[in-house]
Structure formats: structure tokens, C-alpha cells
């Protein structure tokens, strides 16, 4: 069945199309091994066109193949576009018109029934006939008939809608149902503070687990301390200062595919209920689980759901999930009793105390710190360690981050240790090969997914994919807030608004029944000699849903980040937020990373670098070779180790340097603004100090798909050298080396450097020293 819209009515079918993007080579023929029929693949690509995201789908030519992948430095500078395909949710525009309605006339009542809330837009002396005029139009080729009146069961179904995503609030009284708008708390708050707000919630939505909700939540609020109109922001574009102060590695960018089935999960611990678990590989029978939390592998870019079922404490991987359907509840004195976990793996590994062990020591303990860990022997010479773990294979690509200080003893089962072994003599061959101990991975059976197809509206509400988050929504309420404000709009001005609103391509081929988002314009305002006006003027300057309302209470509980507000905007936001529940409940969700935790004790330094970038002077301190200055430039922020670092400029020898928060003393602010750009320095540092690793891969056990997924911070590009051998290039800077020197080690026997020397020769010395540590 052909599509009518491009907009999106469910978020399945686009959750699975990003996922393959996202696993390595994807391309039109490759995407049906998992689940994609060419037919949606092209359906996508068209509609991401559509919205003007066509650029973020790279069609990369290696050897014979198209690959598509998706544009990563968007997300090192702290734009997840993903967050965006919630705002593309398919509503009819006249439905527009109904919700602005309803809000708009709570907000005058104050307080209103449904029968208050019908009789007035009825009443109301233009609103009914902007209502029918847009019909009339958009039915002029159809034997369709206008309405007389607007339904009260349609106000009333609608109103409904509006209370499930948090708009509206509900309240009993005397038999009958009262609707107030939710209050948000945040209007009253100075201009100051509101950009400081901002810069929390910038920074925030690209750590956070449920991001999409602060990323509508910004969006919200930046026009309330920027003070422009939407006409001037697509007319001349600009970005906030703190925008370019940031920088995010290993933040996962694509758990935000996932969101939808993270809420689901969220809702039902809160509520204590059961969940229903399907998967995208139909050989797996559904489960009906006990949830308990939700953990986090930045490193690996994967999320966990840990349940019980049938007694046992299971995990499952979220990107393996299809649905997941809430079911009946279960009592807390009827819980699961914790059991002693069994593991099905268990590792006896050495560690050598070779020249400078100490610190790679502690890394291997921090790294391990949520593995059971029992320290067999301490000798002069070496450590050795028994690792008890459920999947060992996930260990190893770690383990051999650590070479050449660590060595496998033995391993239950016994091929742990056989694959870890041949896989470092494998290192040593000049042509890859496939280890004899390794097997071919079979790729799943698969049901093949077409175009999504209509789905009636009684559907159930998405928190994320839903009318208020619809950018068709949300640009009209934004036009209907400029007209309230004083803004002088024109006719015109509404049409270009409109052509070249955020997400859409004004020159990419319109569907069938996206031609009447078009026109909608003109029916919400009323002509005068003044000019025109509002059709809706009492709509309030902010309405929140309840994700944006959790996320910024997760924004004040999450010691992360909630530094980055002043304790009176701390305190003025916990009094509004006072009833509203976290997302998650407590110790519902751990970062769960195989990496060194760089969690830091106090957060004075980060404040103090933040207060130092926005008053645009000088950070110092005292060393051992005396007092360090530079100008701050960019906080960096490392998702699976929780450390910030510094990237600042050095003015005595004029060029930038790397410094991890945790380990520098208590910072000094400088007095005086200086005259230096550090962010135009950092880009012509970027451009003149770029380096580019070029290596070959095999790809032997889904190496190629490792290998993009080990390299989700950096743009890959690459060709075909011959069958299942890939040259690509990887492009970083100084400062990333030790992080492309440990995801080469992570890669092991798949890959051979062939160019920088320096890097080539470095994993060759450390493959060596741990081949002669074997002794066999």
C-alpha cells in the first residue's frame, strides 16, 4: 500500500532501519538479513529527504557496495538528530487546530468541564468557522460534509490524549471532571537563569537515558531568554554560545531509537507491573519478565534490561526487543528473592608486573570494578585473578585492551582461552585469516518489515511520538505565541515560515496528505486593519508534557549535572516538581561500563571551568613546574567513564591541551576577558592537526560490524580490497590516540595497521611481549 504522508505514525519500522544503519554495512540488498525488505529501505530514505535529513544517510561506495551509515560529529558536538524523528509524528492539521483550542481555552477559564471547554470553542466567534473553512478546502474534491458544529466526543477524546502526555491535569469533582493546565514552573524565572537552565539541559539531553524529552524541552525554552522570533531564527540562524562548548564521547547516541520501549519499561517499574517481551528474531518465543532495572554499556553501545523470569535472573539486550506489551502487576511481598548469581563463565587470568604496572593495574580493577573479582596469588612477578562472568566473549575485546600485562590461564569453557590465544597469534600473520577456532556467526531469521501502514486513532499514546512533540504542532503554536508576543507577521511571513520550517526539504515531493500543512496558516489567524492576529490568544508561554516534566527532575537528582545550576533555581524548580516522579525509580538503572570510572568527588572545578567559558577568560593553577594558564575552550564529557575533561588553549606555546578534571587542583578563574577566540583556534587546530589511521580488516566474526560499532566516535570511510577485506581509514586528533590505540587492540587479530608507523610498530611491541609471555 502506497504512503499517503511522510510523517511517522509508530516508531517501529524507522527504529529498525536506523539499528541496521547503525550494526555496519548496510546497504539495500544487505538490509534484509535483518528484517528490511528494499521496499522500506527506499521508503525511508525518501521520507528522511523529506524532512531535510537526507544528509545524515551517508552513501559511502566501498569496493562494489553502497553502504549507508549515519553522520556521527553531530553527536561529538551535542546534536543528536535522531531526537528530531519524534517530531514527525502524522496528525491531521486539522486536529491542530481542535488541541490549540482546548489549551487555549483552559488557559482563559482557568478551570473548565468538558461541556464548559465545548460550549465555548463552539461559541467562540471564530474559531468554528476557521475549523469548517479549512475543511471546506481541504474537502473541496470530496463528497465529504462539513461539520455544524465541533463534537463534543471529539473535544472530549482529544482532551483525553492531552491528560495521557501531561498537558492537562484531571480532577474529580462532584461527579464530574474538571481540566486545569499543568503548571511548568519555569515562566517566572529571570532571563539568567533561564540560560543557565538551558546550558544544563543541553548538556543533560546527550547524557541522559531518556534524552528525546530534554531536546523538546530546549527547544521550548531557548525562545523565552533569546527573545526571537521564528521568522528571524530561519531567516538568520544562530546557536547558543554554550553549544560550541561541549563535546560527548561515548554517550550511545542511538538509545534514542530505543526510548520508546525505555518508557515502557520505566512506567512499569514504577507501577510495579510485569512486561511482555517480543523480538525481532521470531524463532525466540515471547517471555513474560519481572523487571528490575535497566544498565548501560557506553563502550559497547548497549543497553540491558535485567529481569526475572521463571525465577531467574535474566538479561536481555534492549536492541534485540521488538514490543514490549505492560501486563498485569505483581506485589512487592511477592518478589523474587535475590539468589547467588551463576555464572557461565569463569577466567583465570595473570597479570604481570611488567616496568610501570601500577597504574595500568588500577585501570584493570576500576575497568572490571562490576565483574566478580577474586585475587588468586600475589607474587613478585605476576597477579593472578579469577573473573566469573556470564558471557566471557564480551570480556575478551577488553582483556585485550590491557595486553601485554594480561594472559588466560584457563577459562570455563576452555575455548575462551583457545579463541583469546589464537587470536593474538593471529596478529603475527600478514594476511588475515580466520582462526581456526572461530565459527561463523548465522545471522537470524528474520520477518520482513514493508511500509508502515495507517493505524487508527485510537492507538495508544507514545510520551515521545505524540501531537505535542509533532513539529507541525508545535511550529503553529510557536507562529500563535510571536503573534501574542507583539511580533508583526504578514500573511507572506506566515507562508515562508511554513516552507522553511525546521525538518522539511520545500523542494522535496509532497504526499498526498501532507499538501494541507501548507495552508493551515492562514485559518489560525483574523485579519484586521491592525494587521493580523492570533486566532488563539490566551495559549500560555510554555506547556510541558510529563517526559519534559521528569526529565528536568531527573536533571536535579542526577549529581552529574545538577551542579550547573545555582542552588536557588535548585530549589525553586524542587518546589514546582515536588509531586512529579523521577523517570526511573531508584536504582532502577546503572552505568554498567567496561571502563575506568572517572566519577569525580566534587564538582568545584567543572563549575568553575563552566563560569571561566561563559565569562570568556582564564583558568590557572599551580603545578609542580609552577602556575598553568589557558583559555578553556571545550568541556568534554565521557559517557561510559563519567569524567570530564578540559581542552584548553595554552597561550606560552600556542597550542591546545587535554586535561581530565578529576586529577587537576582546585582551579582559579581569571578577572579579565581575554581578546582570543579559542573556538575559531580550536577549528584551524582541527583542520592542521588532524591524523588518519589506515588499516585493513577481515571480516571474520562480524569483525566489520565491530569495528563501526568500536568506532562510533569517529567518521570511518574505507573501500573493498578484495572478499571480506576492507581498508578503511579512521581521521583524530593527538589527543584521541591512546583511544584509537585501545579500540585497535579491542579489534585483536581482525584488523592490520598499515599506516601511522608509530601505531603500527606500538601494537606490534605489545603483541610480541604478550606472544613471548605465553611460552607455549
Given at each position: 500500500?502506497?504512503?499517503?504522508?511522510?510523517?511517522?505514525?509508530?516508531?517501529?519500522?524507522?527504529?529498525?532501519?536506523?539499528?541496521?544503519?547503525?550494526?555496519?554495512?548496510?546497504?539495500?540488498?544487505?538490509?534484509?538479513?535483518?528484517?528490511?525488505?528494499?521496499?522500506?529501505?527506499?521508503?525511508?530514505?525518501?521520507?528522511?529527504?523529506?524532512?531535510?535529513?537526507?544528509?545524515?544517510?551517508?552513501?559511502?561506495?566501498?569496493?562494489?557496495?553502497?553502504?549507508?551509515?549515519?553522520?556521527?560529529?553531530?553527536?561529538?558536538?551535542?546534536?543528536?538528530?535522531?531526537?528530531?524523528?519524534?517530531?514527525?509524528?502524522?496528525?491531521?492539521?486539522?486536529?491542530?487546530?481542535?488541541?490549540?483550542?482546548?489549551?487555549?481555552?483552559?488557559?482563559?477559564l482557568e478551570t473548565a468541564s468538558i461541556t464548559d471547554i465545548y460550549e465555548a470553542i463552539n461559541d467562540h466567534p471564530h474559531i468554528l468557522s476557521a475549523y469548517q473553512d479549512f475543511l471546506a478546502e481541504k474537502y473541496q474534491h470530496t463528497?465529504?460534509?462539513?461539520?455544524?458544529?465541533?463534537?463534543?466526543?471529539?473535544?472530549?477524546?482529544?482532551?483525553?490524549?492531552?491528560?495521557?502526555?501531561?498537558?492537562?491535569?484531571?480532577?474529580?469533582?462532584?461527579?464530574?471532571?474538571?481540566?486545569?493546565?499543568?503548571?511548568?514552573?519555569?515562566?517566572?524565572?529571570?532571563?539568567?537563569?533561564?540560560?543557565?537552565?538551558?546550558?544544563?539541559?543541553?548538556?543533560?539531553?546527550?547524557?541522559?537515558?531518556?534524552?528525546?524529552?530534554?531536546?523538546?524541552?530546549?527547544?521550548?525554552?531557548?525562545?523565552?531568554?533569546?527573545?526571537?522570533?521564528?521568522?528571524?531564527?530561519?531567516?538568520?540562524?544562530?546557536?547558543?554560545?554554550?553549544?560550541?562548548?561541549?563535546?560527548?564521547?561515548?554517550n550511545n547516541p542511538l538509545h534514542v531509537i530505543d526510548e520508546s520501549l525505555f518508557y515502557t519499561i520505566a512506567q512499569a517499574l514504577q507501577d510495579d507491573r510485569m512486561l511482555e517481551l517480543s523480538f525481532y528474531n521470531k524463532r525466540r518465543p515471547?517471555?513474560?519478565?519481572?523487571?528490575?532495572?535497566?544498565?548501560?554499556?557506553?563502550?559497547?553501545?548497549?543497553?540491558?534490561?535485567?529481569?526475572?523470569?521463571?525465577?531467574?535472573?535474566?538479561?536481555?539486550?534492549?536492541?534485540?526487543?521488538?514490543?514490549?506489551?505492560?501486563?498485569?502487576?505483581?506485589?512487592?511481598?511477592?518478589?523474587?528473592?535475590?539468589?547467588?548469581?551463576?555464572?557461565?563463565?569463569?577466567?583465570?587470568?595473570?597479570?604481570?608486573?611488567?616496568?610501570?604496572?601500577?597504574?595500568?593495574?588500577?585501570?584493570?580493577?576500576?575497568?572490571?570494578?562490576?565483574?566478580?573479582?577474586?585475587?588468586?596469588?600475589?607474587?613478585?612477578?605476576?597477579?593472578?585473578?579469577?573473573?566469573?562472568?556470564?558471557?566471557?566473549?564480551?570480556?575478551?575485546?577488553?582483556?585485550?585492551?590491557?595486553?601485554?600485562?594480561?594472559?588466560?590461564?584457563?577459562?570455563?569453557?576452555?575455548?575462551?582461552?583457545?579463541?583469546?590465544?589464537?587470536?593474538?597469534?593471529?596478529?603475527?600473520?600478514?594476511?588475515?585469516?580466520?582462526?581456526?577456532?572461530?565459527?561463523?556467526?548465522?545471522?537470524?531469521?528474520?520477518?520482513?518489515?514493508?511500509?508502515?501502514?495507517?493505524?487508527?486513532?485510537?492507538?495508544?499514546?507514545?510520551?515521545?511520538?505524540?501531537?505535542?512533540?509533532?513539529?507541525?504542532?508545535?511550529?503553529?503554536?510557536?507562529?500563535?505565541?510571536?503573534?501574542?508576543?507583539?511580533?508583526?507577521?504578514?500573511?507572506?511571513?506566515?507562508?515562508?515560515?511554513?516552507?522553511?520550517?525546521?525538518?522539511?526539504?520545500?523542494?522535496?515531493?509532497?504526499?498526498?496528505?501532507?499538501?494541507?500543512?501548507?495552508?493551515?496558516?492562514?485559518?489560525?489567524?483574523?485579519?484586521?486593519?491592525?494587521?493580523?492576529?492570533?486566532?488563539?490568544?490566551?495559549?500560555?508561554?510554555?506547556?510541558?508534557?510529563?517526559?519534559?516534566?521528569?526529565?528536568?527532575?531527573?536533571?536535579?537528582?542526577?549529581?552529574?549535572?545538577?551542579?550547573?545550576?545555582?542552588?536557588?533555581?535548585?530549589?525553586?524548580?524542587?518546589?514546582?516538581?515536588?509531586?512529579?516522579?523521577?523517570?526511573?525509580?531508584?536504582?532502577?538503572?546503572?552505568?554498567?561500563?567496561?571502563?575506568?570510572?572517572?566519577?569525580?568527588?566534587?564538582?568545584?572545578?567543572?563549575?568553575?571551568?563552566?563560569?571561566?567559558?561563559?565569562?570568556?577568560?582564564?583558568?590557572?593553577?599551580?603545578?609542580?613546574?609552577?602556575?598553568?594558564?589557558?583559555?578553556?575552550?571545550?568541556?568534554?564529557?565521557?559517557?561510559?567513564?563519567?569524567?570530564?575533561?578540559?581542552?584548553?588553549?595554552?597561550?606560552?606555546?600556542?597550542?591546545?591541551?587535554?586535561?581530565?578534571?578529576?586529577?587537576?587542583?582546585?582551579?582559579?578563574?581569571?578577572?579579565?576577558?581575554?581578546?582570543?577566540?579559542?573556538?575559531?583556534?580550536?577549528?584551524?587546530?582541527?583542520?592542521?592537526?588532524?591524523?588518519?589511521?589506515?588499516?585493513?580488516?577481515?571480516?571474520?566474526?562480524?569483525?566489520?560490524?565491530?569495528?563501526?560499532?568500536?568506532?562510533?566516535?569517529?567518521?570511518?570511510?574505507?573501500?573493498?580490497?578484495?572478499?571480506?577485506?576492507?581498508?578503511?581509514?579512521?581521521?583524530?586528533?593527538?589527543?584521541?590516540?591512546?583511544?584509537?590505540?585501545?579500540?585497535?587492540?579491542?579489534?585483536?587479530?581482525?584488523?592490520?595497521?598499515?599506516?601511522?608507523?608509530?601505531?603500527?610498530?606500538?601494537?606490534?611491541?605489545?603483541?610480541?611481549?604478550?606472544?613471548?609471555?605465553?611460552?607455549?
Open positions: 500500500m502506497p504512503s499517503v504522508t511522510n510523517y511517522l505514525k509508530n516508531f517501529k519500522n524507522i527504529r529498525l532501519f536506523f539499528r541496521s544503519l547503525a550494526m555496519g554495512l548496510h546497504t539495500r540488498n544487505t538490509a534484509s538479513k535483518r528484517g528490511i525488505k528494499k521496499s522500506l529501505h527506499d521508503d525511508y530514505l525518501k521520507r528522511l529527504a523529506y524532512f531535510n535529513m537526507g544528509s545524515k544517510i551517508r552513501d559511502t561506495q566501498i569496493g562494489r557496495m553502497h553502504v549507508h551509515t549515519i553522520a556521527k560529529q553531530d553527536f561529538y558536538w551535542g546534536h543528536n538528530y535522531l531526537s528530531s524523528l519524534y517530531s514527525l509524528y502524522a496528525m491531521k492539521p486539522e486536529t491542530i487546530i481542535l488541541i490549540l483550542a482546548i489549551i487555549n481555552t483552559i488557559s482563559e463528497n465529504k460534509s462539513l461539520p455544524d458544529i465541533i463534537e463534543k466526543q471529539m473535544i472530549s477524546r482529544l482532551i483525553k490524549r492531552l491528560v495521557t502526555i501531561g498537558i492537562i491535569d484531571e480532577i474529580s469533582e462532584r461527579n464530574t471532571y474538571i481540566y486545569r493546565l499543568m503548571p511548568s514552573g519555569i515562566e517566572n524565572i529571570t532571563d539568567q537563569h533561564l540560560e543557565l537552565l538551558s546550558r544544563a539541559i543541553f548538556v543533560y539531553k546527550n547524557i541522559s537515558l531518556f534524552s528525546t524529552a530534554g531536546s523538546t524541552l530546549l527547544k521550548k525554552i531557548q525562545p523565552l531568554h533569546t527573545n526571537t522570533s521564528l521568522l528571524d531564527e530561519l531567516e538568520q540562524p544562530t546557536t547558543q554560545a554554550y553549544e560550541s562548548q561541549y563535546l560527548f564521547t561515548y515471547k517471555v513474560l519478565v519481572q523487571p528490575v532495572r535497566i544498565e548501560s554499556d557506553y563502550i559497547g553501545n548497549r543497553d540491558y534490561l535485567i529481569a526475572y523470569h521463571k525465577q531467574k535472573l535474566v538479561t536481555f539486550r534492549i536492541d534485540s526487543i521488538d514490543t514490549i506489551v505492560t501486563k498485569g502487576a505483581f506485589t512487592k511481598a511477592n518478589q523474587i528473592p535475590q539468589k547467588d548469581t551463576k555464572y557461565k563463565t569463569t577466567l583465570h587470568v595473570r597479570f604481570y608486573k611488567l616496568p610501570q604496572y601500577e597504574p595500568v593495574w588500577d585501570d584493570f580493577n576500576n575497568t572490571l570494578r562490576h565483574v566478580t573479582t577474586i585475587v588468586e596469588q600475589d607474587t613478585s612477578q605476576y597477579i593472578d585473578v579469577e573473573l566469573q562472568v556470564q558471557d566471557g566473549q564480551v570480556l575478551l575485546p577488553v582483556l585485550r585492551t590491557f595486553l601485554p600485562y594480561i594472559q588466560i590461564l584457563h577459562s570455563i569453557p576452555k575455548s575462551i582461552r583457545t579463541r583469546f590465544n589464537d587470536n593474538l597469534h593471529h596478529t603475527q600473520h600478514e594476511i588475515v585469516s580466520e582462526p581456526s577456532s572461530y565459527t561463523k556467526k548465522i545471522h537470524p531469521t528474520w520477518n520482513l518489515l514493508s511500509p508502515e501502514p495507517t493505524d487508527s486513532d485510537n492507538a495508544a499514546v507514545s510520551p515521545l511520538l505524540n501531537e505535542m512533540t509533532a513539529i507541525t504542532c508545535s511550529t503553529q503554536y510557536r507562529i500563535q505565541q510571536d503573534l501574542i508576543n507583539g511580533i508583526s507577521y504578514t500573511l507572506d511571513d506566515l507562508q515562508y515560515i511554513i516552507n522553511h520550517r525546521p525538518l522539511l526539504d520545500s523542494y522535496a515531493p509532497v504526499e498526498e496528505n501532507d499538501q494541507y500543512e501548507q495552508t493551515l496558516p492562514s485559518y489560525l489567524v483574523i485579519s484586521s486593519d491592525q494587521g493580523i492576529q492570533p486566532l488563539f490568544p490566551h495559549l500560555p508561554d510554555l506547556v510541558l508534557t510529563t517526559a519534559e516534566r521528569m526529565f528536568l527532575k531527573d536533571l536535579l537528582t542526577d549529581r552529574r549535572i545538577n551542579w550547573m545550576l545555582p542552588i536557588d533555581i535548585q530549589q525553586h524548580l524542587e518546589q514546582t516538581l515536588a509531586e512529579v516522579p523521577t523517570t526511573l525509580p531508584a536504582n532502577a538503572w546503572a552505568n554498567k561500563s567496561l571502563a575506568v570510572d572517572r566519577t569525580a568527588d566534587s564538582y568545584t572545578n567543572h563549575w568553575l571551568c563552566t563560569q571561566a567559558m561563559i565569562e570568556q577568560t582564564t583558568l590557572s593553577w599551580e603545578t609542580h613546574e609552577g602556575v598553568t594558564t589557558v583559555i578553556p575552550c571545550k568541556l568534554e564529557y565521557n559517557t561510559a567513564t563519567n569524567g570530564f575533561s578540559l581542552i584548553g588553549y595554552h597561550v606560552a606555546d600556542e597550542t591546545f591541551h587535554y586535561y581530565a578534571l578529576d586529577t587537576l587542583p582546585t582551579v582559579t578563574v581569571g578577572n579579565v576577558p581575554v581578546e582570543i577566540d579559542a573556538n575559531a583556534l580550536y577549528k584551524e587546530y582541527q583542520e592542521t592537526n588532524r591524523k588518519t589511521v589506515l588499516f585493513s580488516i577481515y571480516d571474520l566474526n562480524n569483525a566489520i560490524d565491530r569495528c563501526f560499532n568500536a568506532f562510533c566516535n569517529y567518521e570511518i570511510v574505507g573501500s573493498e580490497t578484495g572478499n571480506n577485506t576492507f581498508t578503511l581509514t579512521v581521521e583524530y586528533l593527538p589527543f584521541q590516540e591512546k583511544d584509537i590505540v585501545r579500540i585497535l587492540l579491542s579489534l585483536g587479530a581482525a584488523i592490520r595497521v598499515q599506516e601511522p608507523s608509530i601505531i603500527k610498530d606500538q601494537l606490534n611491541t605489545i603483541y610480541t611481549q604478550a606472544i613471548s609471555l605465553l611460552g607455549d
